[in-house]
T-cell receptor, first 114, second 115 residues
Framework: DTEVTQTPKHLVMGMTNKKSLKCEQHMGHRAMYWYKQKAKKPPELMFV???????INESVPSRFSPECPNSSLLNLHLHALQPEDSALYLC?????????????FGPGTRLTVL | DQQVKQNSPSLSVQEGRISILNCDYTNSMFDYFLWYKKYPTEGPTFLIS?????DKNEDGRFTVFLNKSAKHLSLHIVPSQPGDSAVYFC??????????????FGTGTRLKVLA
């Protein structure tokens, strides 16, 4: 299985809602990533988990809360988002450490905040 | 400060000809470079990579060239096919202070291959 899956594909939420994005991989990768991509822009790194521990937080606002419950799953909990948070949210995975230079991406969740 | 730049937002090439996509970077600490292809409704798909100890890597129709002194890399696609039409991102990777490797993506080049 060489796939990273993300659910849901699309999500529309109000500014007072709480929702979660989910990501799953079964490639045995021990590093997982969340990226945010706005239209006509490159993906921007948000968080990195390595061996289920948060290793990088790129100064992301606390309304985004990541969680890595096990080596195959990565969640992104959303609360009190703003309309400018509307974007494509991409999950990726790789081997951890120097051997994991290629990241494999999921199809993304397109988030709209009203 | 954009550490990885793709100065051509778009490129049109005739089917069967060579496509050359360029990427420049500023940080000499980057030691691994990758190219990804992205269709509108999908996540980026890994194409090819190159370590800073090499100057060329080839995989089928795709070749990546690295010029470290110029801090420049390029992706050559030969021959170009209509299915290659997509947005291409270069990415540079280096080891962060936490010991974790992370990418910085370029701004992307939209390639259109004309039949």
């Amino acid at each position: 299985d060489t796939e990273v899956t993300q659910t849901p594909k699309h999500l529309v939420m109000g500014m007072t809602n709480k929702k979660s994005l989910k990501c799953e991989q079964h490639m045995g990768h021990r590093a997982m990533y969340w990226y945010k991509q706005k239209a006509k822009k490159p993906p921007e790194l948000m968080f990195v988990y390595s061996y289920e521990k948060l290793s990088i937080n790129e100064s992301v606002p606390s309304r985004f809360s990541p969680e890595c419950p096990n080596s195959s799953l990565l969640n992104l909990h959303l609360h009190a988002l703003q309309p400018e948070d509307s974007a494509l949210y991409l999950c990726a995975s790789s081997q951890a450490g120097a051997g994991g230079r290629e990241q494999f991406f999921g199809p993304g969740t397109r988030l709209t905040v009203l | 400060d954009q550490q990885v730049k793709q100065n051509s937002p778009s490129l049109s090439v005739q089917e069967g000809r060579i496509s050359i996509l360029n990427c420049d970077y500023t940080n000499s600490m980057f030691d691994y470079f990758l190219w990804y292809k992205k269709y509108p409704t999908e996540g980026p798909t890994f194409l090819i990579s190159i370590s800073s100890i090499k100057d060329k890597n080839e995989d089928g129709r795709f070749t990546v060239f690295l010029n470290k002194s110029a801090k420049h890399l390029s992706l050559h696609i030969v021959p170009s096919q209509p299915g290659d039409s997509a947005v291409y991102f270069c990415a540079a990777s280096g080891r962060g202070t936490s010991g974790t490797y992370k990418y910085i993506f370029g701004t992307g080049t939209r390639l259109k291959v004309l039949a």
